[in-house]
């Protein structure tokens, strides 16, 4: 009896490890273990072999094997039926789960038609690195170590190595092309720049720049004026005027401010324009010539105009956005407001 008893819970241990997974393995489970010359009529059939004193023992322990095997096969069978509904109650007509589809950020549409208008002046996109060396960003302008102009832009050195910093102005591309180029040159450069200012409405310690630069022979202020009179009649609108202040960089001579008329009051004065009329959008002006001398092009036969904007305040007055953090706080409600500035 004792050695019956422990053939049954080997049995069981067996029967635990079974797996079934397709119709023709449940069945095989039923016929080896459950069919009428399965293990459990063998297993029945016992019985008469057990001496009467312990048969109803036994008889519990064959009840016990009976419940076993049939509750593993029902599992067995329930998990493939479970299978098959997943598999042929598919509605394949549903509608997908929508993919939600982001948009373009603000910055990148109005940086790329910038691009673009430029593009078709025939001007080449030219990019550098963010982390520069003094040269480049300041010395090759004409801004020499302890030359006050350099207060204009608050810069952000780097601790390991105070001769690197990161670039204040796109220009340093600028200088990085003049390096490597012989006029004629005519290029933009798009990227970040970085400045030391306290974060708020009107500053952030990092915003976009575009720069362009025209050298060739023969370049005047009149093909300054006329190529950014080109490119805000692109951007604004065949409406908008502008005008030019005279102003100082260390980099151009002469230099200009340039504005244009308000959008958003149309000239009658708001808190954009301070009541001017008028909104600031660019610096300009013609190339230095020691900026010119600097990578040894001959400022004599060359002559050359340069203008950089920021590309914030250039979407600030495409789409009215009234406070820079909003940028760069990946604000969902923001961001999916814009679609495109064509
Ligand atoms: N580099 C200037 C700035 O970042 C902009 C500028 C570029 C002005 C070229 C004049 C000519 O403020």
Redesign the pocket.
């Known amino acids: 009896m004792e050695a019956l008893v422990e053939k049954i819970n080997n049995y069981k241990v067996e029967i635990e490890k079974e797996v079934a997974t397709t119709v023709d393995a449940v069945e095989a489970f039923r016929i080896k273990y459950l069919g009428t010359k399965g293990l459990l009529k063998s297993v029945m059939g016992e019985m008469k072999n057990v001496p009467n004193e312990n048969k109803k023992e036994f008889g519990q322990v064959l009840n016990d094997f009976k419940l076993f095997v049939e509750e593993k096969y029902n599992t067995l069978k329930s998990a493939l039926e479970e299978q098959d509904d997943a598999t042929d109650n598919f509605d394949w007509s549903l509608p997908g789960d929508p993919i939600p589809v982001g948009s373009r950020h603000p910055l990148s549409l109005v940086r790329e038609k910038i691009i673009a208008t430029f593009s078709q002046l025939g001007f080449a996109i030219a990019e550098g690195p963010e982390i520069e060396d003094d040269w480049h960003n300041f010395g090759a302008m004409n801004l020499p170590e302890d030359h006050p102009a350099r207060d204009?832009?608050d810069t952000f050195y780097v601790q390991q190595n105070p001769t690197w910093l990161l670039r204040?102005?796109t220009?340093s591309v600028q200088a990085r092309i003049m390096e490597t180029q012989k006029p004629p040159i005519r290029v933009i450069c798009p990227g970040r720049?970085y400045r030391n200012e306290t974060i708020s409405a009107r500053a952030h310690c990092f915003f976009h720049?575009v720069?362009g630069l025209y050298i060739d022979e023969n370049v005047s202020f009149a093909d300054l004026k006329q190529t950014l009179y080109f490119f805000v009649q692109e951007m604004f609108g065949k409406d908008v005027k502008v005008r030019f202040r005279p102003s100082y960089?260390p980099?151009?001579e002469p230099?200009a401010e340039m504005d244009i008329s308000c959008l958003i009051c149309e000239g009658d004065g708001c808190n954009v324009c301070k009541h001017t009329g008028w909104v600031e959008i660019?610096?300009?002006?013609m190339v230095h010539p020691n900026v010119l001398e600097n990578f040894g092009i001959d400022s004599n036969k060359y002559t050359g105009f340069?203008?950089?904007m920021g590309v914030e305040r250039i979407c600030q007055l495409k789409y009215r956005v009234n406070d820079l953090r909003l940028y760069s706080q990946n604000d969902v409600r923001f961001l999916k407001q814009f679609t495109s500035v064509l």
């Open positions: 204009m832009q204040t102005h220009s720049v720049q720069e960089f980099f151009t230099s660019l610096g300009s002006g340069a203008f950089g």
